[in-house]
């Protein structure tokens, strides 16, 4: 075969570029892979989970235990205009955290009542799907871990939560937190953050800080990967729903009806 | 030369202009004066090798952090053998440099380093502890 | 080239201070923007993409128009786009610059902008809308200096750029493709999650986009002489009418699939916008309504002959099909699929006025780099026609045509 030295110098770039390309891609799937800890094949360890339930909930009326420990062991600043809030947990009445299920002759036991909402570490999350810089993925253990340092803040797994669990920092949060927990660092302007399952109190095998403090025991909390668990003793015997669960993000959050 | 009058001022002004920093730490006596931080009275072995913090704490701090952020690690094993939370406010400032003023901004000032870290990290400080 | 853009009148300088005066009241607001944080605009939690993103939404698509004079002049040769073609690549250019500006402006951690490149997610949308971006600006600058430097000195560009110019052309459709993608993807926003969003989004912006072109065409006539041919601006007022009508004829399947089906989630945001829901606020309706009537407008004036072959009567329909789809895009589109939040709150957003300074900022700097470039562009066209003046006997080719 007759070849010129320009054309051999030609198809040997290409070939470079294309074994190139094919192993920074190959490089590229498997760093992203590792991210969002899916491995096929692998069935996992841990997967936390957290049943809720409403009526329990309701019990007690204007109690707001749980939100006031998760703003305390984050440091979550309270901020009273809604136009700036920065919410991890809080309260929603049935027909919006629950819409599917909801209509003009929703029972009385439903009608209006508060249901806590939060970040659902969903295992499908677009959240995690859109963010370009990953400072938002899915753990081994199941938890929608997010990385404060990376954030950019583009607000685009705002758009992407069909939830509306995230928050973002629109001002510094420090003027707006009453009390400095030392335990937990706080957040600064520009960054997106979202209820962590309390991943460092997991860490430190504590249960997650509104579970402990509910006194109505409301939040169950753990590992639906162990079948002795409460999670999914409750998973198996009552009827639960998930938040639009049409949409197939596999909420890891269950209300019980 | 018809101007050296002004040209010679000119290129006066501008070599005192120049040489400031040097002439006036000289006249306020700052030169010989380096960062002074104090250094934490019980502790005498830090988390690695003096000689490695002097010139690299902040690798050390962003391999930390990304141990304990990215990949859920938290205990980091010195070279002395000891383990250590990695924490920067529950181990480094809470332990050791319990006055963040006097040792950390002390070198950060002096070489006019401006660091993020306090903008999340809580210095101990700040925070008043409620009683349990 | 550049000392071109340094020598002109003074009306040309006095645009020049204006521009950069905006620029400067912009650039203050943004310094307050990073001291603060992005709570000095009136995005909310709920509506936490605004002005700064609709303007980008829309710029991408004017950015991606410059197609619409490449491909009939580059690929077809159609001769008629001899004098207009570069004008378009430059507001292409203009246009990608103001888009990253957008984006820029928008993040809240913006010196953590190298992230992107730093941590690359195949996955996110994002990513490949920062390359598509990128990759934009460099080939639409690489065939505009090429093409212009070639013809100062009065040769044919070489051949090389030929298949680079033709890459621009998928590459402009590319880049408003994935700009659509951002929003159609996203499962909790129904309003953007529709197939016809990235047709939506490029017919929307070969109207709006050659519509823009042609004023700036006739306006550069107007201030210089400089003439690209009655027959140029004809033809692309044509494509002009032609993607008006596709555009409004998608936005009337999305209304029928929307309403026929009465499923309250994609009714709703139309409701919003358009007809108003009992009971319900509707922040968004002035806009709605004013866009619906600027495009039927417009597509009145595009449609009938008479007034789309009268230039000044074209002139009025360019404006109002590039201001009905700069509020349908820049306005309506972002805004809209915020509301209802996820949990069903109208939130109503209104920027604050550091935030339209800031936007202002940055149409300013595209406005100042479409002036640089075509007062290089005109300056070095006329040293050529002078040349051809004083030397009749040497044919110029001014532009490369498929040999």
């Known amino acids: ?257 | 030369m018809r101007d050296r009058g002004v040209i010679y001022t000119g290129l006066f002004i501008f070599l005192g202009l120049m040489t400031f920093p040097v002439w006036h730490d000289l006249a306020a006596g700052t030169t010989s004066r380096g960062p002074e931080p104090i250094l934490p009275k019980q502790e005498k072995q830090c988390v690695a090798p003096l000689a490695y913090m002097r010139t690299s704490h902040m690798q050390l701090l962003i391999d930390w952090r990304n141990a304990v952020v990215r990949n859920n690690v938290h205990q980091f094993k010195a070279s002395n053998g000891n383990t250590y939370t990695m924490s920067v406010t529950g181990t480094c400032l809470t332990g050791c440099h319990t006055n963040k003023d006097e040792f950390c901004d002390r070198c950060h000032n002096y070489a006019g380093v401006s660091v993020q870290c306090w903008e999340c990290h809580v210095d101990p400080k700040l925070a008043h502890r409620s009683a349990p | ?403």
């Open chain 3, 1 to 403: 080239m550049i000392e071109k853009a340094v020598v002109g009148s003074r009306r040309y300088w006095a645009w020049i201070l204006c521009l950069l005066g905006v620029l400067g009241v912009g650039f203050f607001c943004y310094l307050r923007q990073l001291n603060y944080g992005l709570g000095i605009t009136g995005l909310s939690r709920n509506v936490t993409w605004g002005l700064y993103i609709g303007q980008f939404t829309f710029l991408v698509g004017v950015a991606a128009s410059a197609v619409m004079v490449v491909l009939p002049y580059y690929l077809h040769n159609h001769k008629e786009f001899t004098r207009m073609a570069i004008l378009g690549e430059f507001l292409a250019i203009s246009s990608v610059c103001m888009c990253m500006l957008f984006i820029f402006v928008d993040m809240g951690q913006p010196g953590r902008l190298l992230n992107v490149l730093l941590y690359p997610t195949p996955r996110s949308m994002m990513f490949w809308d920062m390359v598509s971006l990128s990759g934009y600006l460099v080939l639409n600058a690489v065939i505009a200096l090429v093409t212009l430097d070639a013809e100062r000195k009065g040769v044919a560009p070489a051949a090389w750029i030929k298949p680079v110019i033709l890459l621009s052309i998928p590459w402009a459709i590319s880049i408003h493709t994935v700009t659509a993608f951002l929003y159609s993807g996203l499962p909790g926003r129904t309003f953007w999650l529709t197939a016809i969003l990235a047709p939506r989004f490029l017919a929307s912006a070969f109207a709006s986009g050659p519509a823009l072109l042609i004023l700036l065409c006739m306006l550069v006539r107007k201030l210089t002489g400089y003439d690209v041919g009655a027959k140029a601006i004809r033809t692309l007022a044509v494509i002009v009418t032609y993607a008006m009508i596709i555009n409004v004829f998608f936005l009337l399947m999305e209304l029928f699939t929307s309403f026929y089906s009465q499923i309250p989630a994609s009714m709703e945001h139309f409701e919003n916008l358009y007809t108003g829901a009992p009971g319900q606020p509707a922040p968004l309706l002035f806009w709605g309504r004013t866009s619906l009537v600027l495009m039927a407008v417009a597509l009145i004036l595009l449609l009938v002959p008479a007034t789309r072959k009268n230039e000044r009567t074209l002139a009025a329909a360019c404006a109002v099909t590039f201001v009905a789809l700069w509020i349908d895009k820049g306005v309506c589109l972002v805004v809209s699929g915020f509301m209802p939040s996820p949990l069903g709150s109208m939130t109503p957003y209104v920027p604050t006025l550091p935030e339209v300074l800031i936007s202002l900022g940055v149409w300013a700097v595209g406005a100042l780099m479409i002036t640089v470039f075509y007062k290089i562009t005109l300056s070095v066209r006329e040293g050529a026609e002078a040349w051809i003046e004083e030397h009749p006997a040497v044919p110029l080719t001014a532009a490369p045509g498929p040999q």
């Open chain 1, 1 to 257: 075969m007759k070849i010129s030295r320009k054309g051999f110098l030609e198809i040997g770039g290409l070939s470079l570029l294309a074994v190139a390309g094919n192993t920074a891609i190959g490089a590229l799937l498997d760093k992203v892979e590792a991210e969002t800890g899916s491995q096929p094949g692998a069935a996992p360890a841990t997967r936390w989970a957290m049943v809720v339930d409403p009526a329990k909930c309701a019990e007690k009326d204007g109690c707001s235990d749980c939100i006031n420990a998760c703003n305390k062991a984050h440091n979550v600043p309270v901020i009273n205009d809604p136009q700036h809030e920065v919410k991890w947990i809080w309260r929603e009445p049935f027909e919006n955290a629950l819409p599917s299920q909801a209509s003009a002759y929703t029972e009385k036991k439903f009608r209006g009542k508060p249901v806590m909402v939060f970040c659902n570490h969903c295992d499908n999350p677009p959240c995690v799907r859109v963010c370009p810089v990953q400072a938002t993925w899915k753990r081994q253990d199941g938890i929608v871990m997010m990385d404060w340092h990376r954030c950019i803040g583009c607000r685009y797994c705002v758009a992407a939560c069909p939830y509306g669990s995230r928050s973002f920092n629109w001002f510094d949060p420090r003027p707006y937190i009453a009390e400095l927990n030392p335990d937990f660092p706080t957040r600064t302007k520009g960054v997106v953050e979202k209820c962590n399952f309390c991943e460092e109190r997991l860490a430190k095998g504590q249960p997650p800080a509104c579970v402990e403090a509910c006194k109505e025991k409301a939040f169950v909390f753990g590992n639906l990967a162990d079948p002795q668990s409460e999670v999914r003793q409750l998973l198996e015997s009552r009827y639960t729903l998930r938040r639009k669960p049409e949409l197939g993000t596999q909420p890891d959050v269950f209300y019980l009806v």
